[in-house]
C-alpha cells in the first residue's frame, strides 16, 4: 500500500525562524494535504494542493505540491510560540477503492523556544 | 457551533469490555470517517461511510463495528476491548464530492486496562 515518509521527525527552533519540512510518497497522490494538530485536539487542516507543482500560502505557510506527484512540502515563515504542536501531511488518491481515504505521514513534532 | 463533535472525550474500562463511541458532525457532509491514532502519533483510518453506507473497511477486527442512523451521525462500537485498541480515535467527515478535504473532531482517548 502506499506509505509517506515525512521529515524530520521534529524540530526545536527559535522564535522568528523559518521551517521547512517534507513528505515523499512510494507512489502518487491526487491531492496533498497539510494539517496541524494541537495536543488534545483533532488535526486541523492547513492547506489542500490539488495540482501537481501548485503552490499555496496560508498567512505565514507556503506549500507545494511535487511535479512528480509524490512529494509535498511546507514552509513556516517566522515562527512563533503557537506554531507548536504537530504538522501532518496526507496524500488522498481518487480512485477505486480509495475513495475518502487520507494516507497520513508519520508527523513533524514542532518546538518553538521564545 | 462545533462542526464535528465526539463524546466521550476519554474512556477508560477493562479488558473485555464492550464500548461505544458517538460522532456528530453538522456540517451537511454526507460522508463520515473513523480514525485510529496509536501512540506514536500515526494516524490511520478504519472506516468510511458515505450516505449511510460503508465504503472503506480498512481491514479492522471485526470487532470493531461502525453504525450510521443517518448521515449527521457515525458512532463506534467495539465488542470485547483489548490492550491494544488503546489508542485516540477521531471522527471526520467530509462532502461526498470532496472527500480529500476532511474535517476532523477533536478525538476521544480511549485506555483499555
Known amino acids: 500500500g502506499q506509505q509517506l515518509n515525512q521529515s524530520p521527525q521534529s524540530m526545536f527552533i527559535q522564535e522568528g525562524e523559518d521551517v521547512s519540512m517534507n513528505c515523499t510518497s512510494s507512489s502518487i497522490f491526487n491531492t496533498w494535504l497539510w494539517y496541524k494538530q494541537d495536543p488534545g485536539e483533532g488535526p486541523v487542516l492547513l492547506i489542500a494542493l490539488y495540482k501537481a507543482g501548485e503552490l499555496t500560502s496560508n498567512g505565514r505557510l507556503t506549500a507545494q505540491f511535487g511535479i512528480t506527484r509524490k512529494d509535498s512540502f511546507l514552509n513556516i515563515s517566522a515562527s512563533i510560540p503557537s506554531d507548536v504542536g504537530i504538522y501532518f501531511c496526507a496524500g488522498h488518491y481518487a480512485g477505486g477503492t480509495s475513495y475518502g481515504k487520507l494516507t497520513f505521514g508519520q508527523g513533524t513534532i514542532l518546538t518553538v523556544h521564545p | 457551533d462545533t462542526a464535528v463533535s465526539q463524546t466521550p472525550k476519554y474512556l477508560v474500562t477493562q479488558m473485555g469490555n464492550d464500548k461505544s463511541i458517538k460522532c456528530e458532525q453538522n456540517l451537511g457532509h454526507d460522508t463520515m470517517y473513523w480514525y485510529k491514532q496509536d501512540s506514536k502519533k500515526f494516524l490511520k483510518i478504519m472506516f468510511s461511510?458515505?450516505?449511510?453506507?460503508?465504503?472503506i473497511n480498512e481491514t479492522v477486527p471485526n470487532r470493531f463495528s461502525p453504525k450510521s442512523p443517518d448521515k449527521a451521525h457515525l458512532n463506534l462500537h467495539i465488542n470485547s476491548l483489548e490492550l491494544g485498541d488503546s489508542a485516540v480515535y477521531f471522527c471526520?467527515?467530509?462532502?461526498?464530492?470532496?472527500?480529500?478535504?476532511?474535517?476532523f473532531g477533536p478525538g476521544t482517548r480511549l485506555t483499555v486496562l
Open positions: 461511510y458515505n450516505n449511510k453506507e460503508l465504503i
Open positions: 471526520a467527515s467530509s462532502r461526498a464530492d470532496s472527500t480529500d478535504t476532511q474535517y
